[in-house]
Every structure is written in C-alpha cells, then in structure tokens.
C-alpha cells in the first residue's frame, strides 16, 4: 500500500502560480519503484492526466498544461511537486496525486486538493 497526502492547493487568481506537493509513504515500497502523477477533475467532467513523471524521471504533459506546469520528484524527500503557473481559470479542479507501482500496475490515489483559480 502507498500513501500519498497532498497539499499546496488554494485560491489564485488568474496568471498567479502555485506549487502543489504530494507525500508518498509505505512500508513495503521503495520511492523509486513507482511512476507518479497529478490528475484532476472540475466539476461535472471526468477525471484527466495533468503531468506524469516515471520511476526513471521521464515526464510526460497533457497539452493544455505544456510550458505553464512542471512536475518534478525529489527521491530524498518521497515527494512530487506540480509547479503551476500563469494559471487560468480553466484550471479550476481538484487535483490528485497518483502513484503506479512499476512491476504490478497496482495503483493508488491521494485524497485531492482543490485549486481555484479566479478571473
């Protein structure tokens, strides 16, 4: 099982920044085995992949975040982040930390934090 406690969510207005971080923590796994993710869902859509980073720290961008957010890990700290900026929005969600286990697919989710963004 692993853990993941997100913070860093708020209220920001439109082309402010924010940095959201994510806690990974269990016993039985070891930080570098598993692929990490920021996800979020607005109201009334479907969940959708905002950035992902691999074991190996290949990262990957949907394209409506390219070049405004940066997800990075910090293997010292078991810790993802999700640098956000010039923020719209449109990126009013609650975003989600997501962890994948590398050899089982096993996956697991953080509780979300919500971002608000006004206009």
């Known amino acids: 099982q692993v853990q993941l406690v997100e913070s860093g969510g708020g209220l920001v207005q439109a082309g402010g920044s924010l940095r959201l971080s994510c806690i990974a923590s269990g016993s039985t796994y070891s930080f570098n085995d598993i692929a990490l993710g920021w996800y979020r869902q607005a109201p009334g859509a479907q969940r959708e992949s905002v950035a992902t980073?691999?074991?190996?720290?290949?990262?990957n961008y949907a394209n409506f975040v390219k070049g405004r957010f940066t997800i990075s890990r910090d293997g010292a700290k078991n810790t993802v982040y999700l640098q956000m900026n010039s923020l719209k929005p449109e990126d009013t969600a609650v975003y989600f930390c997501n962890a994948v286990d590398r050899w089982n697919g096993r996956t697991f989710w953080g509780q979300g934090t919500q971002v608000t963004v006004s206009s």
């Open positions: 980073v691999s074991s190996v720290g290949r990262v």
